[in-house]
Each structure stands twice: as structure tokens, then as C-alpha cells.
């Protein structure tokens, strides 16, 4: 593939587009926030959370494969590695972390806004993670079993792969687009976060069975981002019996009749 800009070593594409993909993110959300309305007061304070929460969520990431390649190596008794990252373990991380510090030091105005802020974010996670699935081509790591139909021979293999990397780019691709295209359109800021999790939960769970990668499998028949996908769209189910059902919106409580 193309693991390097210019053919300079140490400028690899991952990394580049890594950072990126996070600069875009983060430029995506202030015009989101600005267009939809949100405060400087709750602008601020997500802005800053959402910071902090990056750089957790991309220690969790190194963390999570940390153990996925403990897990492998007491399995297979071959010597464990460092090195690698996972973007469920930064996702759980993240999220945890954007969640954890708002119930804690938010004011109640602030939290008030925590559920439109966080749709406003939704394309902004996928804009991230698109970029680093574009880095993981280029790279030439996440790819998928090998195969005698179409597919690529990526960096330091001797077969040709299914390019589950690209598949994956290119879905996040298409499922950006349409979620901005509801945002910008129709102006709906109540469920592109569930849209998210239900579709990306569902394309995960089955292009897993194309990357057949099972490191740090602890599930039977399950590989550990199967299992966080599972998890992943329970989560959205919950998330919608909440909102359309009950009513209630995260840190805002019931919504009343009229509103």
C-alpha cells in the first residue's frame, strides 16, 4: 500500500491521518455546535470534555490490544508483544470518559444540553474514525483473510487479502454523508448518535467474519469487537425504548407534552 508520505519512514500514513482525522473532528463539531445553536457556556465545557476524552479514549485504545495481545499469547504460549490499538477500546474509553466527567461537573444547565450535543458529535466520531480506517489501508494493517478473489496483497504479506480496512473506510463514508444529510436537511439532532450505533454495531459484527481476526478472543465463536458490537447495539435499543418510549432524555429527565 502507501505506508509512508513520500517515502519518508517516519511520516506513516496511520499516524498522519490519525491526527487528521482528529483535527476534522474537532473542526466538524465547533461548526455543528455553531449551527445548531449550543452556547459558548455548553460549547466550552463539551469542548474541553471532549479533549480530555480523546486522549483517554486513545490511551484505552493502546490499553484494550495491550490485552487482546496478553489474552492471545497465554492462548497460543508464544512471547506477548506491545504495540496496536483498538478503536472499540478507544470508543468505550471516550465515551466513558465524555459521560463520567459530565455527570460530575456539569452544572444542570450544561447537562441540560448533553443529548443534542452528543448527536452533534455523532458524524464527528465517524469523521475521525473514517480517517484512521483510510490510515489503516494505507498501512496496510486490519485487513482480512486471505482470498483468491478480489482483494490487495498489503504490506509485508505474500498473499492477496480481503481489504476489510477499505470496506470499513467506505462504509463510514457513506454513513457520514447520510448522517450529515439528516442534520443539514431536516435538522435532526435527536437520533443521529442511535443511528450510529445501531449501523456501525451491525456492519462491525459482520465484516468481522471477513477480518477473522480473534485475538484476545474470551467468547466462543466471538471475536472481542463482535462481543462490543453486541453491546454497542444493545445500547442504541436502550437508548431508543428511553427517548421514544419513556420520553426521557439523558440529564434532562421527561420530556412534557407541547415541547
Same mark, same amino acid.
Given at each position: ?10 511520516? *506513516? ?5 490519525i ?19 449550543? !452556547? *459558548? ?5 463539551y469542548?474541553?470534555?471532549?479533549v480530555?476524552?480523546i486522549?483517554v ?5 493502546f490499553?484494550?490490544?495491550? =490485552?487482546y495481545n ?20 478507544? =470508543? ?18 450544561v ?10 458529535? !455523532? ?14 489501508f ?7 483473510k486471505?482470498? *483468491?478473489?478480489?482483494g ?8 492477496k ?9 467506505l462504509?463510514?463514508?457513506v454513513?457520514? !454523508? ?11 439532532? *435527536? ?30 465463536? &466471538? ?8 453491546? &454497542? ?10 427517548i ?5 432524555t439523558?440529564?434532562?429527565?421527561k ?5
Amino acid at each position: 500500500m502507501y505506508p509512508s508520505l513520500f517515502g519518508v519512514e517516519f511520516l *506513516d500514513m496511520f499516524t498522519i491521518l490519525i491526527i487528521a482525522g482528529i483535527f476534522a473532528a474537532v473542526i466538524l463539531f465547533r461548526y455543528l455546535c455553531g449551527k445548531f445553536g449550543i !452556547a *459558548d457556556k455548553p460549547y466550552n465545557f463539551y469542548s474541553l470534555n471532549a479533549v480530555i476524552s480523546i486522549a483517554v479514549g486513545l490511551i484505552c485504545a493502546f490499553l484494550f490490544q495491550q =490485552l487482546y495481545n496478553l489474552i492471545d499469547s497465554i492462548k497460543t504460549g508464544e512471547k506477548f508483544t506491545w504495540g496496536g490499538i483498538t478503536f472499540f477500546g478507544g =470508543l468505550i474509553g471516550g465515551v466513558l470518559t465524555f459521560v463520567l466527567i459530565t455527570v460530575f461537573a456539569a452544572k444542570p444547565e450544561v447537562k441540560k444540553e448533553f443529548w443534542h450535543v452528543a448527536n452533534l458529535a !455523532a458524524p464527528c466520531i465517524v469523521l475521525g474514525h473514517m480517517f484512521g480506517r483510510y490510515g489503516c489501508f494505507c498501512a496496510g494493517c486490519c485487513y482480512g483473510k486471505p482470498t *483468491d478473489g478480489f482483494g490487495f496483497v498489503f504490506y509485508g504479506l505474500n498473499y492477496k487479502a480481503i481489504p476489510t480496512n477499505l470496506y470499513e473506510a467506505l462504509f463510514l463514508t457513506v454513513l457520514f !454523508a447520510v448522517i450529515m444529510f439528516i442534520l443539514l436537511r431536516f435538522g435532526r439532532t *435527536d437520533f443521529p448518535l442511535i443511528l450510529y450505533g445501531f449501523a456501525y454495531s451491525v456492519f462491525r459484527f459482520i465484516i468481522e467474519f471477513y477480518r477473522g481476526d480473534d485475538r484476545g478472543s474470551f467468547i466462543p465463536g &466471538l471475536s472481542p469487537s463482535q462481543f462490543q458490537a453486541i453491546i &454497542l447495539f444493545l445500547v442504541a435499543a436502550a437508548l431508543t425504548v428511553l427517548i421514544y418510549v419513556f420520553k426521557i432524555t439523558p440529564f434532562a429527565g421527561k420530556k412534557e407534552k407541547g415541547e
